[in-house]
Antibody, heavy 117, light 107 residues
Framework: QVQLQQWGAGLLKPSETLSLTCAVYGGSFSGYYWGWVRQSPAKGLEWMGEISHSGSTDYNPSLESRVTISVHTSKNQFSLKLTSVTAADTAVYFC???????????WGRGTPVSVSS | DIQMTQSPSTLSASVGDRVTITCRASETIVSWLAWYQQKPGKAPKLLISKASSLESGVPSRFSGSGSGTEFTLTISSLQPDDFASYYCQQYSSYLKTFGQGTKVEIK
């Protein structure tokens, strides 16, 4: 059974870079798509982007200029970076995984991130 | 972007009630629709994929239907564990979008 464990800084100042990592345990890393979803009261659930095990990416156009998702195959990990954060980026960030043609089956527990000066 | 509109936003119901939640897409998504259940402080849990395929381990009181732009999630007999928020999500487009959610409350 695939399990996702995520971690990263939870308190940021405006203009800083958000950085989160998600480790995949208990299953194959290749053949899956790994992504990030965030949730805030204002925007609800928002798909941020995803990456294949081979490194091809898709991003939400609303975030594309600030977001980078990377994969670290040797460690069975993937990561999220979001630059120039503002208070509007305050949310709970989830890592998630899916197979081709399916929705996200696997989810991390979520990391609350707060942006405040 | 494909917009997903759920209704109602909040639903008050009693144990044993039949509950229906509707999700409408702004353009056709064929059957590329998922339903998730989320409880406070937890990650979403996938209930149904491809509009009507029940995920392994999900109780059979949950069912999904629809295609094109109109979809429904039905809980045939609401149980205490079902009081939660429910979200639809389209995965027809590379830009996957969610509905705004439906909170099922105890009446």
């Amino acid at each position: 059974q695939v399990q996702l464990q995520q971690w990263g800084a939870g308190l940021l100042k405006p203009s800083e870079t958000l950085s989160l990592t998600c480790a995949v345990y208990g299953g194959s890393f290749s053949g899956y798509y790994w992504g990030w979803v965030r949730q805030s009261p204002a925007k609800g659930l928002e798909w941020m982007g995803e990456i294949s095990h081979s490194g091809s990416t898709d991003y939400n156009p609303s975030l594309e200029s600030r977001v980078t998702i990377s994969v670290h195959t040797s460690k069975n990990q993937f990561s999220l970076k979001l630059t120039s954060v503002t208070a509007a980026d305050t949310a709970v960030y989830f890592c998630a995984g899916r197979m081709l043609g399916t929705p996200f089956h696997y989810w991390g527990r979520g990391t609350p991130v707060s942006v405040s000066s | 972007d494909i917009q997903m509109t759920q209704s109602p936003s909040t639903l008050s119901a009693s144990v044993g009630d039949r509950v229906t939640i509707t999700c409408r897409a702004s353009e056709t998504i064929v059957s590329w629709l998922a339903w998730y259940q989320q409880k406070p402080g937890k990650a979403p849990k996938l209930l149904i994929s491809k509009a009507s395929s029940l995920e392994s381990g999900v109780p059979s009181r949950f069912s999904g239907s629809g295609s094109g732009t109109e979809f429904t999630l039905t809980i045939s007999s609401l149980q205490p564990d079902d009081f939660a928020s429910y979200y639809c999500q389209q995965y027809s487009s590379y830009l996957k979008t969610f509905g705004q959610g439906t909170k099922v409350e105890i009446k």
